[in-house]
């Protein structure tokens, strides 16, 4: 079995020298009680293996803390236990504003790129993401401003996420280092990526692929009809390797030849750490064809 195909396997993020774990942890849904809770749950996600952490300035957007609160926190964790910086790949993102709701000027982007670096109290974003284009920012204005952060190491590598592959396209235009990743949602419900051009942009260019809400938010726990399908096509696989559902949706996510990297939502630490079964779970064709079928409700031609 090579690299290619083994799914534990790190994967190195496009044409950078960033290395990212096989699943990541995602912070979207991080609000903490107490910084220790917190802290556990990072802890958690990476004695786990899932090293790569993704947070953005807008998450918890929605708590009373509101935007920025979710980087905070994970800012908070890291001046009470230090040492837990240097064992993650630290991804954030920025270019939603509220009520606006898309920013990415370059003078918008450099300072939320600056808040970011402030509210995490870190000196250096390891993977910066541009969290949805903007429609109104032109591609060598952002490339730009993501260009200078990076000479001033403000932030290592660069991805996009929620990007058409002619945005992407766009964008790398007028950049002179290679994008490492894209940020599409992706799950067993979420299949756009498999006919848009997304993922065969990321098999051309060798782009990394983090996939979000691969549990599609978790819809994939229960759900309407087209979910149950679904659910039932995934069991057939959790069951045949003793493994939980969920770990059998994160396994259908890799087992793509892009090598799509899960972002784990959950926030709870038996899920988090059951996430990691998922690398030991190998679908056939015929199963992970049943799994796409099932979504999308009628026969392949
Ligand atoms: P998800 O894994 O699809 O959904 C997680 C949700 O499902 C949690 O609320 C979790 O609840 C619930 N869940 C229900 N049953 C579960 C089970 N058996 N195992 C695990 N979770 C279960 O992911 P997501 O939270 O929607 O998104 C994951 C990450 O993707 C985010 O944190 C963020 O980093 C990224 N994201 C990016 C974008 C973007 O635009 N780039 C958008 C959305 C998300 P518990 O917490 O109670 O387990």
Redesign the pocket.
């Known amino acids: 079995m090579t690299d290619r195909q083994d799914p534990s396997a790190p994967r190195v993020l496009g044409q950078s020298a960033l290395t990212a774990s096989p699943l990541a942890w995602?912070?979207?849904?991080f609000k903490g009680e107490s910084v220790d809770d917190a802290q556990a749950l990072v802890e958690t996600a990476l004695d786990t293996g899932l090293t790569l952490l993704?947070?953005a300035d807008i998450y918890g957007v929605d708590t009373p803390q509101g935007f920025g609160s979710a980087e905070a926190l994970l800012g908070q964790v890291l001046r009470q236990a230090p040492s837990l910086r240097a064992r993650m790949v630290l991804a954030s993102?920025g270019g939603i504003v509220l009520g606006v709701p898309y920013d990415s000027s370059a003078a918008y982007l450099t300072q939320a790129c600056e808040a970011s670096l402030r509210r995490l109290g870190v000196e250096h974003i390891d993977l910066y993401q541009v969290?949805?284009p903007d429609s109104l920012a032109h591609p060598a204005e952002t490339a730009d401003a993501l260009t200078r952060l990076r000479e001033a190491g403000k932030i290592g590598e660069v991805g996009v996420?929620?990007y058409a592959p002619s945005q992407v396209s766009a964008l790398q235009a007028h950049l002179d280092f290679p994008l490492a990743s894209i940020?599409p949602?992706f799950?067993a419900l979420a299949i756009e990526p498999l006919s848009d051009g997304v993922l065969d942009q990321a098999l051309q260019h060798g782009l990394g692929v983090l996939a979000?809400?691969?549990?599609?938010?978790?819809r994939l726990?229960g759900g309407d009809d087209r979910a149950q399908a679904v659910i039932a096509a995934l069991d057939v696989v959790a069951e045949t390797h003793g493994v939980?559902?969920?770990a059998a949706a994160y396994a259908w996510i890799i087992a793509h030849p892009a090598r799509p990297i899960p972002?784990?939502?959950?926030?709870?630490v038996e899920?988090i750490r059951e996430a990691a079964q998922a690398l030991t779970v190998r679908f056939t064709r015929a199963q992970w064809y049943a799994v796409l079928t099932a979504s999308r409700g009628v026969a392949l031609p």
Not at 26 to 29: E, F, I
Not at 212 to 218: F, N, R, Y
Request: charged share 25%; aromatic share 6%.
């Open positions: 995602g912070m979207w849904r993704d947070t993102k969290h949805r996420s929620n940020q949602e799950s979000w809400s691969p549990l599609a938010g978790g726990g939980s559902r969920a972002i784990i939502g959950s926030q709870k899920r």
